[in-house]
Nanobody, 118 residues
Framework: QVQLVESGGGLVQAGDYLRLSCAASGRTFSIYRMAWFRRAPGKEREFVASIKWSDGTTDYKDSVQGRFTISRDNAKNTVFLQMNSLKPEDTAVYYC???????????WGQGTQVTVSS
């Protein structure tokens, strides 16, 4: 199994930035891609961004494209989410997730709260 631990959340003002980190441990060799999801109060969990572990190919939710950047440090088994120009609608619990080859995202962290005040 893979264990995922997020960090870096907090309370910021609109326009500010935050950098989330997700450290993976355990059977990290099984990871094919990693992603960030978020769940806002009263809403369903939604995809934010993903990155392929091998070549760094990325994908983003339209509303964060150009503001958020996902990256990884393979040597440290860590994925990051740099969030710039934060908006109140970005307020949510952010979850890190991992998937193996031809697998859904079935490995999850505990989540980290991001709150953006207007």
């Amino acid at each position: 199994q893979v264990q995922l631990v997020e960090s870096g959340g907090g309370l910021v003002q609109a326009g500010d930035y935050l950098r989330l980190s997700c450290a993976a441990s355990g059977r990290t060799f099984s990871i094919y891609r990693m992603a960030w999801f978020r769940r806002a109060p009263g809403k369903e969990r939604e995809f934010v961004a993903s990155i392929k572990w091998s070549d760094g190919t990325t994908d983003y939710k339209d509303s964060v494209q150009g503001r958020f950047t996902i990256s990884r440090d393979n040597a440290k088994n860590t994925v990051f989410l740099q969030m710039n120009s934060l908006k109140p609608e970005d307020t949510a619990v952010y979850y890190c997730a991992a998937a193996g080859v031809y697998r859904p995202y079935d490995m999850w962290g505990q989540g980290t709260q991001v709150t953006v005040s207007s």
